[in-house]
């Protein structure tokens, strides 16, 4: 399972854990209530692997790419950093799965607080469209991770406050039913 805990409120280093003192951590199902869903894989045989293939199908995410988050690796890195931490939305799910390295997303639990989720390699998330969330890098500055997509991917980010779309709309509508 992917470990999850409430964020302190120190606006220093976004790469460090910021774990809220006592600690505070996240049930799955917790998250799962937030419509967040989340696997683990075996990634060394990404490309093989059937219970990948069988997640992919079942939800239909016929789109991925292979992204590598790293100073040296990726243009305009310092920018592109920034703009994942920007608190935003999609009008689509996020679906990553960490191949190599590490990373934190933060996402915003129903009474508006950052719950911070630390992936690791082999583990598969999806974010549900319309939720706010944001994405670092942790420590070790390096992650490689796979971006899926229900068809054609559409990146856009909506930088909070993105409340009058639709995706938002029914996001809210969701949450007000697990409540
Ligand atoms: C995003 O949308 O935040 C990203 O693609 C960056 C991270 S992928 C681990
Ligand atoms: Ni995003």
């Known amino acids: 399972m ?4 409430y964020m302190d409120q120190s606006e220093e280093d976004q790469k460090t854990p910021h774990r809220a003192q006592p600690e505070q951590r996240v049930p799955a199902q917790q998250l799962r209530e937030l419509g967040v869903c989340s696997w683990k894989l075996n990634p060394d045989n990404y490309e093989t692997d059937p219970e990948l293939a069988k997640i992919r199908k079942e939800r239909s995410y016929s ?3 292979i992204i590598t988050i790293h100073k040296d690796t990726l243009p305009n890195y310092e920018e592109k950093l920034k703009i994942f931490y920007e608190e935003h939305l ?5 679906i990553r ?6 990373g934190y997303f933060d996402v915003r639990d129903k009474e508006d607080k950052w719950i911070r989720i630390s992936m690791e390699k082999g583990d598969m998330i ?3 469209a319309g939720i706010y969330h944001r ?3 942790d420590e070790n500055d390096y992650v490689k991770a796979m971006r899926l997509f229900v068809g054609k991917p ?5 930088n909070r406050p993105a409340d009058k779309h639709e995706a ?3 996001y809210v509508q969701f949450l007000a039913q697990t409540a």
Not at 154 to 158: F, N
């Open 2 to 5: 992917v470990q999850a805990w």
């Open 63 to 65: 789109w991925m790419d």
């Open 90 to 94: 999609h009008l689509d799910d996020e």
């Open 97 to 102: 799965y960490i191949l190599d390295g590490s």
């Open 126 to 128: 999806t974010l549900p």
């Open 135 to 137: 994405f670092t890098l």
């Open 154 to 158: 559409i990146w856009t980010p909506y």
């Open 168 to 170: 938002r709309e029914k």
